[in-house]
């Protein structure tokens, strides 16, 4: 290679360290633009693609990172690329949404990444470089549909990931979980690592087998360096990289129960018990009557938000339903909230359909909860997204 840019080279002078791969080759460009006296302006067009990039790849929203995702979703809202335009049509966003990066990662990354997911990555590239709309379209329809199988593969592997777990009695008792399934889809180990977090809550490496060498997907728990115990275990490994939240590996197949000791082990000796019990870090209690559109205009001016740069978490005690609840999706549960002396706020819970039978009329809760907005028939309101209920 002529050069390798990697700003994490111990010798490497550049300082800041958390670039993503896009955001990397963004600098080279603008260098090159400083090098030959270009207008920098000239870059610009491109900030939509390093917002995306920066988002998907879930680095901290921190130095230039944010930078780069503010004036970057500030292209994505206003005049995105005739590709990202068409994904955001395809995936059902209006034009009068203005995206935040939990969006483009729940929305359009997992679009993007569908492609290299389930067959080839040079359909996401069509899509970024066309220049007619017609062209566009086509290429976010197949990514579409490539979504829907990616949704597919992600729930039966994750049915196959939770009946290891078990039937496995003494992986229930480790500090990691590391899981192999030998056909499983390479493109979407990571997001079963994710999923099984969410269940159980410690760090996750889920490999599947690749050219003869297992390939495998690390995921943390808030807190909890991965890479950095990935590295303990390097002479076992053919290679990997990652930071502190996710990480990529691989291995001979003779190394794997060598490698799941080790990894247990140096787990074990550097996290916490603090870090393997969910959690939620409350940044202030706050009356229902206290929120109001100045406040989310503040809270806004704090954004982006993504990891190193959380968005704000409130918590307000002995809410009231107004109205019976109700489930979306059949997850997702949808409610109508006050306290006494506030308005009534819509309220959105993904994933908590449990709780419908557990809320009543009668009885207060307490909920810790970001605030946000809904657009809904050309009207905006407030919306309270929540993260736990407490009964």
Known sequence: AVAVLDAKQADCEYPYKYLSGCGVGFKLMQAFCIRQAITLENLYEYLDLVALSIASDIVPISGENRILAYFGLKKLNQNPCVGLKALREIAGIKPEKELNINNVVFMLGPRINAAGRVEH?????HLMLAEEETEAENFAQQLNKQNTSRREFDASMMDEAMEIMRTNLSFQHMKTTVLFGENWNKGVIGIVASRLIEHYHRPTIVLTKNHGKLTGSARSVQGFDV?????????????????NFAAGLSMPEENLEAFRERFEQVVTNMISKEMLVPSLNVDMPLHLGQINNRMLQIIKQMAPFGPDNVEPTFVSEKVWLSQPTYTMKDKHLKLRIHQPGSDDFDAVAFGMSDFKNKLSLQKPFDICYHINENHYNDHVSLQLMIKDIKV
């Open 121 to 125: 990555a040079d359909t996401a590239v």
């Open 227 to 243: 890479h950095a115990a990935i590295s303990q275990c390097a002479d076992l490994l053919d290679q990997f990289g990652g930071h």
